[in-house]
């Protein structure tokens, strides 16, 4: 992580200080609890695309619907980020994730009797209630989590953060397979059951070793942190990626099934390529971001640009008049995977070290601003794709909407490369300005003892 106003150093935010070779007894147990709920919340999310649209049509919803009911998650996880965020001091970091972690639980024991609910209107609005509650629980949780993952962290915060989206995506992977064939050998009710039982295990766990961290509420804001330009940019970025996997949720299954006649729980297998990839790829982006900041930002840009390909090669984009075939799905969501972990990874880290730039205080407030709009901004993206993918589908087919959809991240990708371009001439006209000032400050100090 940079210093402040050291946005090319290697050193820490204040204080450039040696990272101690074995971790601390607090250190291994917020890694266990940030673990817990990154795999809890990323099984929580997936578990329903091989299977739930298909249950929804036999209620009579609609795509669209479905898409949205899948979107209404993002849309109120962004609302609870911006508000834990910037109270996650007053509440409690500690209190937010437990009770997060508890509540969650319970919702998704409750989305497993869904399919006891009459079809039509009651269906719809009960799947949307447990949907938005679940969505506020794990908001809560994750800002917590990444709020004190970078206070206990603090010297390498995207290593850390790229290590544990390995938890992620296990989540990821497990989730769509073990939920189609739970599915597809129990009926609808055990997948939630089973999933929110294993949430609630996790509440005890996480009350005993997780560490409580106390601050002082801080004097900046949202609206400040979003205004800076480079914040604001990077923000378009996760909204584009996020979006980009949002819209598979309601998309993919459908066009697998319809494409190739996949049963359910085969199904689940294709989302592996994707959450693999993005496992493994994780881990390494974070420590290549600790190791070597000046590349955060590239990786940032041509992570979005190969998103871009990917998406148009998802269908594929009918103007490039390409067979669909499944071994070449599956490649381009292995490719997209590691193309997401490139652009996310780092995206932490560059908001958190452009904040202290700009006279954010250091501690655990601006953290869990950084967090929230992180979780914010990651949010609209996962509430633009599957809704606006649903409907998409539903209107132009999987291939032109999966098209349209890297357009997003390719405009993304290019306009925040522009940026850093930019910035990067503006930084070299300074220097040799400050060259050229120091050198007339020097022959003007030599003048009168030539004289």
């Not at 997936?46 to 299977?51: A, D, E, K, Q, R």
């Not at 490719?335 to 932490?348: A, E, K, L, R």
Request: aromatic share 12%.
């Amino acid at each position: 992580m940079d210093a402040p106003g050291d946005p090319e150093g290697d050193g820490s935010p204040g204080s450039v200080r040696e990272i101690p070779r074995r971790l601390s007894r607090e250190q291994i147990f917020v890694l266990i609890s940030a673990a817990s709920i990154n795999f809890s919340s990323m099984m929580c999310y997936s578990i329903l695309g091989p299977f739930f649209p298909t249950e929804a049509e036999k209620k009579g919803v609609s795509n669209t619907v479905t898409g949205m009911i899948f979107g209404c998650y993002a849309l109120f996880d962004l609302l609870a980020s911006l508000v834990f965020g910037k109270y996650l001091v007053h509440i409690g970091a500690k209190f937010m994730f437990v009770a997060g972690l508890l509540v969650s639980g319970g919702v998704t024991i409750l989305f497993g009797v869904l399919d006891q609910v009459p079809e039509g209107p009651v269906f719809i609005a009960m799947c949307f209630l447990v949907r938005i509650t679940d969505a506020v629980s794990f908001s809560a949780a994750i800002t917590a989590s990444s709020s004190i993952l970078a206070k206990a962290f603090p010297n390498n915060v995207a290593t850390v953060l790229g290590c544990l989206e390995i938890f992620s995506g296990l989540g990821l992977v497990l989730g769509p397979p073990l939920g189609g064939f739970l599915y597809q050998s129990f009926g609808y009710e055990v997948p939630f059951i089973f999933l929110g039982c294993i949430v609630l295990l996790m509440v005890p766990l996480n009350m005993c070793i997780l560490p409580n961290y106390e601050s002082d509420p801080g004097k900046h804001s949202f609206w400040k942190l979003i205004t800076l330009p480079k914040v604001a940019l990077i923000s378009f970025v996760i909204t584009s990626l996020s979006s980009c996997f949002g819209f598979l949720d309601p998309t993919l299954s459908l066009f697998v099934l319809e494409k190739f006649n996949l049963p359910a729980g085969y199904v689940g297998l294709v989302f592996l390529g994707l959450a693999l990839s993005y496992a493994i790829s994780s881990p390494l982006v974070g420590l290549l971001s600790d190791k070597v900041p000046r590349l955060r930002k590239w990786l940032l840009v041509f992570g979005s640009l190969i998103t871009a390909g990917c998406y148009m090669l998802l269908g594929p984009a009918p103007v490039l008049h390409i067979k669909s075939q499944l071994w070449l799905l599956v490649l381009i969501l292995v490719i997209n995977g590691i193309s997401v972990g490139m652009s996310s990874i780092p995206t932490f880290l560059e908001v958190l070290s452009c904040a202290y730039e700009n006279g954010f205080e250091e501690g655990l407030s601006t953290m869990g601003l950084v967090s929230g709009l992180f979780g914010a901004v990651w949010s609209v993206g996962d509430f633009i794709g599957p809704t606006l993918g649903g409907f998409l589908y539903e209107k132009l087919g999987f291939e032109w909407a999966a098209t349209l959809q890297g357009l997003w991240a390719l405009t993304s990708g290019l306009v925040l490369g522009l940026f850093y371009l930019l910035e990067h001439s503006r930084r070299r006209r300074r220097s040799k300005l400050q060259n050229i000032l120091s050198i007339e400050e020097e022959r003007t100090a030599l003048l009168p003892g030539e004289m």
